[in-house]
Nanobody
Framework: QLVESGGGLVQPGGFLRLSCTASGNNFSGSTMAWYRQAPGKQREFVATITAGGATNYANSVKGRFTISRDNAKNTLYLQMSSLKPGDTAVYYC???????WGQGTQVTVSS
């Protein structure tokens, strides 16, 4: 099971940190990812991190978002800065090996 938190309303240029806490075994051995879905749009890839810590980002968030993990806490993070209205979406974390998704957390960027 994956549970996201940390979403909310933020002004353009602001920042948020999302968290995703995993239950069960082998979090440290899993490749984890963040996806997002804006209203009326398809779900899209945001960032991924392997068990070894290698990261990859969508071009739209590169340089503004940072994915990280704390294996001791079974938690995945997404640090988001310089937020834009176009970042407004429901953000989901996913364990790629098992295709298990969280319920999502809403991020709204608006003045």
């Amino acid at each position: 099971q994956l549970v996201e938190s940390g979403g909310g309303l933020v002004q353009p240029g602001g920042f948020l940190r999302l968290s995703c806490t995993a239950s069960g075994n082998n979090f440290s051995g899993s490749t984890m990812a963040w996806y997002r879905q804006a209203p009326g749009k398809q779900r899209e890839f945001v960032a991924t991190i392997t068990a070894g810590g290698a990261t990859n980002y969508a071009n739209s968030v590169k340089g503004r978002f940072t994915i990280s993990r704390d294996n001791a806490k079974n938690t995945l993070y997404l640090q988001m800065s310089s937020l834009k209205p176009g970042d407004t979406a429901v953000y989901y974390c996913v364990r790629l090996e098992t295709n298990v998704w969280g319920q999502g957390t809403q991020v709204t960027v608006s003045s």
